[in-house]
């Protein structure tokens, strides 16, 4: 019922929003030319730089990695998922103006506090987006792999859930200890990349490890 969509194709688009949100996070690392003088100084200045490109690189990373995971699990996509899937790479290619924000803010007192709140609202927008996406896929179960057994469809839903709650506490935590919170949200990014699940084994009936 309602229109189709082969996931070949959005998986294509996915990649290249993914591929060019990434790479603009590069782009924002620069050092001023005043610093040029004591160019090693400059570049060891530019940490938060560093720290706000590693935590956002791996968090688009990781969104795509759990997304590669739920489409290759797909059959087809309906318009919820197109919607939900839109909506999530336009988060996504938000994300390199907070990641500048708070590379900027990081050593002043004051806006780092905003800066940390808005760019941890921001990472929380897209988990909420990329757990939004599986949980559309579990009102209409049609859309999956006739393989896909229940136990990997909710080892999905488990993996893609966890990192709302974890995103809510640093944010709190950025409301009283700004900069603390940027470590934070780069522990939440490496444990995502590190709970991602792959492929499922085309041959095997027995469950992913």
């Known amino acids: 019922m309602g229109s189709q969509w082969s996931t070949g194709r959005i998986e294509a688009f996915s990649d290249g929003v993914f591929a060019i949100a990434i790479t603009l996070l590069v782009l924002e690392i620069q050092v001023p030319e005043s610093d040029f003088g004591n160019l090693w100084y400059g570049i060891a200045h530019q940490w938060p730089s560093y720290l706000a490109y590693a935590t956002s690189f791996l968090t688009i990373g990781g969104i795509w990695m759990a997304h590669h995971g739920m489409f290759r699990r797909l059959r087809f996509a309906n318009q919820r998922v197109m919607v939900i899937n839109l909506l999530l790479l336009m988060a996504v290619a938000f994300l390199p103006f907070p990641t500048k924000l708070m590379a900027e803010t990081i050593h002043t007192n004051g806006p780092e506090r905003a800066a940390a709140i808005f760019y941890g609202a921001s990472l929380l927008v897209t988990s909420v987006l990329i757990s ?12 999956l792999n006739p393989e896909v057994s229940d136990k990997e469809f909710y080892a999905i839903l488990q993996a893609t859930t966890p990192s709302i709650g974890f995103y809510v ?4 935590l950025a409301i009283f200890v700004p900069q603390v919170a940027p470590f934070g949200y780069l522990a939440i990014a490496a444990f995502a990349v590190l709970r991602a699940r792959g492929d499922r084994a085309p041959t095997s009936s027995a469950d992913p490890a």
Not at 133 to 143: E, K, P
Not at 169 to 172: F, P
């Open 169 to 172: 506490v640093v944010i709190l």
């Open 132 to 143: 939004a996406l599986w949980r559309s896929v579990a009102l209409d179960r049609g859309l």
